[in-house]
Every structure is written in C-alpha cells, then in structure tokens.
C-alpha cells in the first residue's frame, strides 16, 4: 500500500459499505406485510444483483433479512438476473425446488419479470421501468409493494 494512503482501500470499502446500508429503509407496512406471509407458512428468498457485501449489509439494515429464508446474490457468484441459475440457487438457500413454483415480485421487468418466468414462477411486476417489447406480460402489475403483498396473502 502506497505510504500516500491515508486509509487502506478495504477500510474505505467497508466505510462505503456501511454508508449505503445507512442509507436505504423499509417501510414498516412492508416488513408487516412480510411477517405475515411467514406466519402463512410463505417460503421467502430474495435474488438480486449487485456486490455481495451492499446487498447483505441493505438487508440487515433495513430489517429484511431476518423476515428471509435464502438470499443469492449475483455478485458472490458473477451471474446476474435473469440468469436461471442465481433463480435455482435461491430456491435451495431456501429449502424449495423451482419445480415446486413460487412467485417473484420485482420492479425489473426483464431480470426479475423475465427471469422469474424462465424459472416458471408466477410474477408480480411493481410498475415504474419501461417494459420492453417482446417481454411476456407478468401475471400481475402493481404501483407498489404492498400491492404485491395483498396479492399473495391471498393466494396459497
């Protein structure tokens, strides 16, 4: 390390780390609506794309982390949604089989949307991105999160 360096580049990386999980929330209405699909007996995983460390450390912060049974992140595995593999790995973090079906919910509608059909689940597309041409329709679109969350609580 360079004499110049005031601070070693993995401590820089870690304040930043820290600074970005400090910085995202979850509203409580969505924690709420997360608890009560666990305690319908719902298996919960989440897929994302992003660096390993960001993504677990917005988990935790946020609370989500406790309220999910297996989280893949396409960073510790250098595959990126809708790549069917990051959707198979978090099936298993969570107990489950693909071939059992499921749902995703996301706001991207080729990697969540795309993908999450690819891997023969059901979707939930939370509108806000251009959908593109060509994509096959999600099975439902929401404005936000707990409109999502409606939907499954009422669904088996």
């Known amino acids: 390390m360079p004499s110049a360096w005031k601070h070693p580049p993995a401590d820089l990386w ?3 780390v820290d600074r970005v999980a400090a ?3 979850c509203r409580p209405e969505v924690l709420e609506g997360l608890a009560r699909l666990r305690a319908a007996a719902w298996t919960i995983g989440v897929i994302t794309n992003g660096a390993g460390d960001i993504q677990r450390a917005k988990l935790a912060a946020t609370g989500l982390a406790d309220l999910v049974d297996g989280v893949a992140v ?4 250098e595959i990126r949604k809708p790549d069917l593999r990051l959707f198979e790995l978090a099936a298993t973090r969570c107990g489950v089989s693909l071939a059992d079906g499921g749902w995703m919910v996301g706001d991207n509608p080729a990697g969540d949307i795309g993908g999450g059909r690819q891997a023969g689940l059901r979707t ?11 994509l096959p329709a999600a099975h439902h679109v929401v404005e936000d999160v707990t409109d999502a969350l409606a939907i499954l609580l009422t669904k088996e």
């Open 74 to 77: 396409s960073g510790d595995l």
């Open 124 to 134: 939930i597309w939370l509108r806000g991105r251009p959908w593109p041409d060509g």
């Open 14 to 16: 870690q304040e930043y």
């Open 23 to 25: 910085a995202v929330t």
